[in-house]
Structures are given as C-alpha cells and as structure tokens.
C-alpha cells in the first residue's frame, strides 16, 4: 500500500487540510472517491480500506484528515474527538477533497464513511 501525503487549501477556518491520496489508478480511471474516516481518525485501517476500495472499484481515493493528526486509541477518546468536531468546518473540508479530486482530472466523484 502506498499512498501520497498532500495538503490542500480548505476553507475550513482550521486552515489547510492533510490527506492521503491513493492516484495509482489515476492513468486508467477518471472515477474519485473520497473515504471519510471513522469516528478514530485517519488510522492505518482506514487507509488500507481506501486504498483496497481504490483497487476494487478502479477508483482515485482519498481520506481527509479530519482530525487533523488526532488519532483515538479507545472509545471515550473517539468519542471526544467525534463530538467535539466543527461539522460545518468538516463538511468544507471534504468540498475540499472533492475539489482536488477533480482537480486532478476525476469526472465523477463520490464519497464514502466508513
């Protein structure tokens, strides 16, 4: 699995955005997808999942860092990343990774929580 790390311009007022894209397939697929993590942040499995989503569907992937580096290693503590989340900030962020997306010459783009 290998996957690039970007930051994109986000009009969240946390400011720029981190990402992992997964664009091997970007010369044989103009099909996005945009994989939002699960309520323990951009983690390894989520990663795995996007990138084996990626290869199954013939997809560009990409998963916002939503968090922002903040990675949940039990319950309670996903569950105060969750709530504590600035939902309209996030949804600027995920505008945001599908505007790259299609930056990068996807068509269609659609998105994904897992």
Known sequence: MSGEKVTIKSENPKGDLPCIVFDELLAESDKGLVVIQEWWGMNKQIKEEAHDIGKMGNF??????????????????????????????AVKDIRATILHLKSMGCKKVGSLGL
Not at 67 to 81: C, F, P, Q, S
């Open 60 to 89: 560009v992937t990409i998963v916002p860092d939503l968090y922002r580096g903040k990675i949940a290693t039990d319950h309670e503590e996903a569950g105060h990343l969750m709530s504590n989340l600035d939902w309209p900030g």
